[in-house]
């Protein structure tokens, strides 16, 4: 089992920036997905960023892109997101993610384990 905890959401106004962790404990494996995703009140839950553990590969959904960045810390077990020039239609709760296997990274439904989620409010 992995268990994933995240931190760092709260408000910022729109231009802003905040950043996201979520570390992981338990069993960690060597084929391993971590991604970021978001839902907005009365949405589905959305991709937002993905990285492999190995090889730090990344990927992003188009409306983030050039604006956030995925990272992490193997020795720390750790993944951030560095989310600037925030918008308000970034506010969501905002959920981290693992699987074991790769591909089809932006389907919420293939992933295996899940954060408990953190707010994210972004005020015009």
């Known amino acids: 089992q992995v268990q994933l905890v995240e931190s760092g959401g709260g408000l910022a106004q729109a231009g802003g920036s905040l950043r996201l962790s979520c570390a992981a404990s338990?069993?960690?494996?060597?084929?391993?997905?971590r991604g970021w995703f978001r839902q907005a009140p009365g949405k589905e839950r959305e991709f937002v960023a993905r990285i492999l553990r190995n090889s730090g590969n990344s990927g992003y959904a188009e409306s983030v892109k050039g604006r956030f960045t995925i990272s992490r810390d193997n020795a720390k077990n750790t993944m951030y997101l560095q989310m600037n020039s925030l918008i308000p239609d970034d506010t969501a709760v905002y959920y981290c993610?693992?699987?074991?296997?790769?591909?089809?990274?932006?389907?919420?439904?293939?992933?295996?384990?899940w954060g408990q989620g953190t707010q994210v409010t972004v005020s015009s």
């Open positions: 338990g069993r960690t494996f060597d084929k391993y997905v």
């Open positions: 993610a693992a699987k074991q296997s790769y591909g089809t990274y932006t389907d919420p439904r293939t992933y295996d384990y």
